[in-house]
């Protein structure tokens, strides 16, 4: 899981941001929102414009040159904040795997195709990488757990995906379950298109999949009835063969041809929901954009059932805030300098039955 996360030099982030995973208030209510002594589930609220959305895209950075998959393009342009004096960005994750603990932090003056350095890599006690940008550049503690990789064929832009793509280390090895939780990252929004990052390379069964079960429409239907979306969907065969989704009303109408915003991006949503049963990190951006504050509920308490890996969600939606729905730890709030969840934002102690939404709209938390 991740434990920390930390960026700075990036986009709108000319300071340093940190979230903190492993900051965990001794809450009685809602236990499901913490795994192994880390958040698992996060709503992270802020003006418009304070940089929710770069978060996200910073968080997957790592995604872009430890992995295969999908960044949709145009979303890391101008990727240096423009008050930036090192001349890249700084990014660290800190990861847990049981007792193993890793340490990964690197800098980047672009997008994926740019090479890495500063680059720093440490598991428990073993520095691994310590990667100065220089001359003296340390990956001695790679050679140590590869000594038959050959570096003199290294052409990779980073130390560690060169390595981690050229040895055969055990699946148990935390290194290796690093690269499996990258592998496993997703973000996703639906504003105006189903772009994502992380995962899988392509996501061409978009329009296709929900016709691989009928208990996939039979779900759908109901979260649409659940919605108050009054007509349902049925699978039909066009003229040129192919199968899509229509509306199932006396004139049947072509479902994403006519389908509102918000029912478009609750499919978008389902799909995720179907598609990536293995997923470790899910980051959804303005997830209810377009949802009644009953659906974002909904969503909400479908994310919390769903076990085995972490999400971040990005709202305005006040209506979210309350301790029926999650805990004061879970929810944060991003300003131009600094990230901090609820509790860590007042002096006040919050209980079970303080109005979250109503302290957050007096002001409480903007200290």
């Known amino acids: 899981m991740l434990k920390r996360f930390s960026v700075e030099g990036f986009k709108g982030f000319e300071k340093k941001i940190t979230i903190d995973f492993s900051d965990v208030r001794d809450y009685k209510f809602h236990p499901e929102c913490v795994t192994d002594g880390l958040l698992n589930t996060a709503i992270i609220y802020g003006k418009n414009a304070v940089g929710k959305s770069n978060f996200g895209l910073a968080l997957f950075d790592i995604v872009s040159h430890l992995t295969m998959n999908n960044v949709t393009p145009g979303l890391y342009d101008y990727y240096l904040n423009v008050n930036n004096q090192k001349g890249y960005a700084e990014f660290e994750y800190v990861f847990q795997f049981g007792e193993d603990e890793i340490i990964y932090r690197y800098g980047k003056s672009g997008d994926k195709s ?195 890996f972490q999400k971040i969600l990005t709202s305005h939606n006040t209506n979210l805030l309350s301790n029926r729905i999650m805990r004061p730890d879970c929810y944060f709030i991003l300003m131009q300098d600094k990230l901090t969840s609820l509790s860590n934002a007042t002096e006040r102690e919050l209980r079970e039955g303080h109005n979250l939404e109503k302290l957050y709209m007096s002001g409480e938390f903007d200290g």
């Open 114 to 308: 740019d090479f890495i350095s500063p680059a720093y890599l440490q598991l428990n006690s073993k520095v691994l990488i310590d990667n100065k940008g220089g001359m003296d550049d340390d990956v001695d503690g790679l050679r140590e757990l590869a000594p038959h990789l050959i570096w003199e064929n290294y052409h990779e832009n980073s130390d560690l995906k060169y390595f981690l793509y050229n040895t055969s280390l055990d699946d148990n090895h935390p290194l290796r379950k690093m690269l499996k939780f990258v592998n496993n990252m997703l973000w996703f929004r639906s504003l105006d298109e189903n772009r994502f990052i992380g995962y899988k390379e392509k996501s061409n069964d978009y329009l296709t999949f929900i016709f691989a079960k009928q208990e996939y429409i039979d779900e759908f239907n109901a979260l649409l009835k659940q919605s108050g979306v009054g007509d349902s969907v049925v699978a039909k065969k066009d003229t040129d063969g192919e199968i899509r989704l229509y509306f199932d009303t006396k004139t049947p109408m072509p479902f994403m041809k006519v389908a509102s915003s918000g029912t478009k991006a609750l499919y978008t949503f389902y799909y995720w929901h179907k598609t990536a049963p293995n997923v470790s990190f899910m980051y959804i951006d303005e997830f209810d954009a377009f949802y009644h504050y009953e659906l974002s509920e909904t969503i909400v308490s479908i994310l919390e059932k769903m076990s085995g």
